[in-house]
């Protein structure tokens, strides 16, 4: 089965960057590739998905215009650059993947692969 293994999370100051990475464990390319991520005693959050064919969804109007979704093929990997991070984007962040096409509902059920996740901190 596919294996994601997220990277690149850390505690930043508010306003900082982080780019987190998707690491699959074999060929990825058929596959869309979303993050998600979950604060404490919270839903799990739809954060941005990316198709294998380039087309993206964004879930939330509060990361709109500060993270981006890119992917590299050829490294099985999947980007998520954040920038102008803010305290309540503080959670961890998953990637997970669907099969071809980025699937809108928010659910543990829903995506076939998921990572362990990779925490994120934005305090000062």
């Known amino acids: 089965q596919l294996q994601l293994v997220e990277s690149g999370g850390g505690l930043v100051q508010p306003g900082g960057s982080l780019r987190l990475s998707c690491e699959a464990s074999?060929?990825?390319?058929?596959?869309?590739i979303g993050w998600f991520r979950q604060a404490p005693g919270k839903e799990l959050e739809g954060v941005s998905c990316?198709?294998?064919?380039?087309?993206?969804?964004n879930w939330g109007d509060s990361v709109k215009g500060r993270f981006t979704i890119s992917r590299d093929n050829a490294k099985n990997t999947v980007y998520l650059q954040m920038n102008g991070l803010k305290p309540e984007d503080t959670a961890v962040y998953y990637c997970a993947a669907h099969y071809l096409y980025c699937s809108t509902r928010v659910s543990r059920y829903e995506y076939d692969y998921w990572g362990q996740g990779t925490q994120v901190t934005v305090s000062s």
């Open positions: 990316l198709s294998r064919y380039g087309d993206i969804t």
């Open positions: 074999e060929f990825m390319e058929p596959y869309a």
